[in-house]
């Protein structure tokens, strides 16, 4: 059975709302590093950045930030998912 984690950085949208919700940013899409996120209050904006490659993305706000980082393409649509845990 694939864990919320994977099921996120899979593409499960369901996965990938439920880390959003909580603050929390997936992994690196490029290099699978580890994420760290902030709010720069003087300038309204928010960011996600791989602490390996220093992917970054930049928003309004740390939780839009996150939403964004968290939001990507799928690598396998949820049929395949399913084949995954079945």
């Known amino acids: 059975m694939l864990d919320e984690k994977t099921r996120a950085l899979l593409g499960d949208k369901e996965a990938q709302r439920k ?16 994420t760290d996120s902030w709010e720069d209050t003087g300038n309204w904006k928010g960011f996600v950045q791989c602490v390996d490659c220093e992917l970054t993305i930049e928003s309004t706000s740390k939780s839009a930030a996150i939403a964004e980082w968290n939001n990507r393409a799928p690598i396998l649509n949820p049929e395949q998912i399913k084949k995954l845990e079945g």
């Open 19 to 34: 880390f959003t919700e909580n603050g929390i940013a997936l992994d690196c899409p490029c290099c699978g590093g580890k």
